[in-house]
């Protein structure tokens, strides 16, 4: 099906309701067709491309990647995905997203171009990035997979710089049911003498196989760079090697939202790619990183209680986050006190590990605020409380149809000095950051 000349979608909310229906299955692991739509267009590839694969730290990386490529004047692209609040996140330019009209000619392109091949959601959006990067000359694409890697769309394009972050279990229906497996699957991304940089400081061995077979130039964190954050100041130091192999080092302050891993892994996929250059101002280029949803700590506009938000969604991250609570609620000694109370707002997709996600959740969470969001995905509700109370039967909860109204009653009932936190999914965050100051 296309779009019939009397019923062209005349903006993006319409192009992206069209794009929506437009395929039967919202995944299909498949290059073939996006690549002929692809070919039909006469896309070409960006100057420089780097590819992020990984379950969790891809748009962290993304993001810092974007940051200083950007402050150092260099035409970059962006794209990444999902998105919290408008479609335009995705597709960035110069550190922007996107104007509605640019992405909606990107579609109309890709519309006629496809003829009657069928193209999912996200090979649409993918189409819609790279013919933006085309028309405005990018000079260095960041693209971040979606799902797996090897099959991903955007793997249509050959990578200059391939990326693996952490990987753990997540999208197991898809990628296999453990993290060798899940491993090989990103390690698509790969190519033969091609420069690969890992973040993962304990990758599975697939991935190491599949480099060396391919000889690729590889990078591995802990081994070829690495991160030092206990300088007193908080700054942290990276160590790692330039693309004509001599050693370098870089102080960088802490950045909100992503994890200093990260932040090395994206420190070395710029240095691999042979653009040390621009690193050598990186730590004011790093400071007003802003990550929407990634520990995110703010404000609720209309009680003034402190707010974390954190998309979250799989065993890996939900720990992370954990983490970083304990760290944000540790009293001061002197105070002798106890640490603040929270406030968990959640709702969460039915194909993860929700036993394990709430198993490390309860460790920090006081009160629970379950919910549910409109998603055909979505656990109910009542099913992720069942859920809970089978792990811990004293566990206080409520249980809301909408995220909205779990959120605001988690902020209403809260004392100024507790925290709400806001977790389990990209659309769980989306729904409460809107009441937020961050949002403003």
């Not at 970059?76 to 995705?90: A, D, L």
């Not at 042979?274 to 703010?298: D, V, W």
């Amino acid at each position: 099906m296309r779009a019939q000349q009397n019923s062209v979608p005349s903006n993006l909310q319409e192009w992206l309701a069209y794009i929506a229906r437009l395929h039967p299955r919202e995944i299909e692991l498949d290059l073939g067709r996006i690549r002929r739509v692809s070919e039909s267009m006469l896309l070409v590839k960006p100057p420089t491309v780097i590819t992020v694969a990984g379950t969790n730290g891809k748009g962290s990386v993304v993001a810092v990647m974007e940051q200083i490529l950007f402050q150092a004047g260099v035409e970059v692209g962006s794209y990444t995905s999902p998105h919290i609040h408008r479609f335009n996140e995705r597709i960035r330019l110069r550190g922007l997203p996107c104007d509605d009209d640019l992405i909606c000619e990107a579609f109309s392109q890709i519309d006629s171009a496809r003829g009657e091949i069928s193209l999912s959601y996200f090979e649409f959006s993918t189409l819609a990035a790279l013919w933006i990067f085309q028309q405005q000359e990018v000079s260095v694409a960041l693209l971040e997979v979606g799902l797996g890697g090897r099959l991903d769309a955007v793997n249509i394009i050959d990578p200059d710089v391939s990326v693996i972050t952490a990987i753990g279990l997540d999208h197991q229906d898809w990628l296999g049911d453990n993290r060798e497996a899940i491993g090989l699957e990103k390690a698509g991304i790969l190519r033969p003498r091609g420069i690969f940089v890992c973040g993962d400081p304990d990758p599975p061995l697939t991935v190491i196989q599949k480099a060396n077979e391919l000889s690729c130039f590889s990078f591995y964190q802990g081994q070829h760079f690495h991160i030092q954050t206990d300088m007193g100041d908080e700054s942290t130091q990276w160590r790692g090697v330039s693309s004509d192999g001599r050693s370098i080092s870089i102080a960088f302050p802490e950045v909100s939202g992503v994890l200093p891993i990260n932040a090395s892994t994206a420190l070395q996929a710029l240095a691999s790619g042979g653009m040390e250059a621009n690193l050598t101002e990186s730590a004011a280029f790093l400071a007003p990183i802003e990550l929407p949803g990634r520990q995110e700590l703010t404000v609720d506009r209309q009680t003034a209680v402190p707010v974390l938000l954190d998309v979250a969604h799989n065993a890996d991250s939900i720990d992370a986050l954990v983490v970083a609570i304990k760290r944000l609620l540790q009293p001061e000694p002197a105070m002798c006190a106890e640490r603040r109370k929270v406030r968990l707002v959640i709702a969460v997709m039915s194909d993860k590990d929700v036993e394990t996600m709430l198993a490390s959740l309860v460790s920090i969470a006081d009160i629970w605020y379950i919910s549910q969001v409109e998603d055909s995905r979505c656990l109910p509700a009542k099913e992720l409380g069942r859920r809970l109370k089978k792990l811990d039967a004293a566990a206080p909860m409520r249980c809301f149809d909408r995220v909205a109204e779990a959120y605001r009653a988690a902020c209403e009932e809260a004392m100024k000095e507790e925290l709400v936190v806001v977790a389990g999914s990209f659309h769980t965050v989306a729904a409460a950051r809107v009441f937020c100051q961050a949002f403003e």
